[in-house]
């Protein structure tokens, strides 16, 4: 058997990804582009983004919400899992960054399906409330929260108020390199990434797990949960 070492989890991360995932030009492009912009290499790994596109099929989502854009490739990932119709609701903090994305989502012929809000999700969030409450639109099916760990709790709890029992809810970089793991860290980060962890394992309104990973970003990991019908609930506020 071979050793965990970083050579071979990205060994095995390529294997996977060219069995599995295969190549897409619009993909490849989009991060190709948002490379070229000088934009940091952390959009997730193909394998992450097929299974966000997967969870999207598997759930039936329609509506899918998602708290950090980049250059869109989640989000393309995303919008090719959703049928005609549906709407990939994305909030990207950085107005040129949302740029790159749109030119990205567009490139990648999914654009009728994307709407992007630029905005700090913390006050982009509370604007998509109204519009459901009022009946315009439907709840959210899917929510993919990928932005500043810090404010993960915050995501979390926008998670189930935009959402209905039965939204899938997946939450990246829950490993940190083992960080998380590590009662004494001092990382504002990964501080956020424990207190949305110990959220979700103590709020009635999400049933959640977590999954290690390893792939070419290196030693990370995934948080899924349900919004159970305790979401459902008049809340006590
Ligand atoms: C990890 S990247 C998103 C990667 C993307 N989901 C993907 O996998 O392709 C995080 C993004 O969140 C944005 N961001 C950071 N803080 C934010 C905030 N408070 N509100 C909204 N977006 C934020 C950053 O500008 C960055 O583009």
């Given at each position: ?100 994305a ?25 604007t998509?409330?109204?519009?459901i ?11 993919f929260?990928?932005?500043d ?59 959640a ?29």
């Amino acid at each position: 058997m071979a050793e965990p070492t970083p050579d071979a989890w990205r060994r095995v991360d390529a294997y996977l990804t060219e069995t599995l995932v295969g190549h897409d030009p619009d993909l490849d492009k989009a991060v190709a582009e948002q490379h070229a912009a000088g934009l940091p290499a952390i959009e997730v790994a193909p394998v992450s983004g097929k299974l966000l596109h997967l969870l999207a099929r598997i759930s039936g989502a329609r509506r899918v919400l998602e708290i950090g854009t980049l250059g869109a490739y989640s989000t393309i990932w995303m919008a090719r899992g959703i049928p005609e119709g549906g709407v990939v609701v994305t909030i990207e903090a950085e107005p040129a960054i949302a740029a790159i994305a749109r030119a990205n989502i567009d490139r990648a012929g999914v654009g009728d399906k994307v709407e992007i809000r630029v905005g700090r999700g913390e006050d982009v969030l509370p604007t998509l409330e109204a519009p459901i409450l009022a009946g315009d639109v439907p709840r959210f099916d899917l929510v993919f929260i990928d932005a500043d760990k810090e404010s993960n709790t915050i995501y979390l709890d926008w998670a189930a108020r935009l959402g209905h029992p039965g939204t899938v809810v997946v939450v990246d970089n829950i490993g940190r390199g083992g960080e998380v793991a590590n009662p004494a860290t001092t990382a504002s980060h990964v501080i956020g990434t424990q207190r949305g962890l110990e959220m979700l394992g103590r709020d009635p309104r999400f049933d959640a797990t977590a999954l290690q990973t390893l792939d070419l970003k290196g030693w990370d990991g995934v948080a899924i949960a349900l919004v159970t019908d305790a979401a459902a609930m008049p809340s006590a506020d």
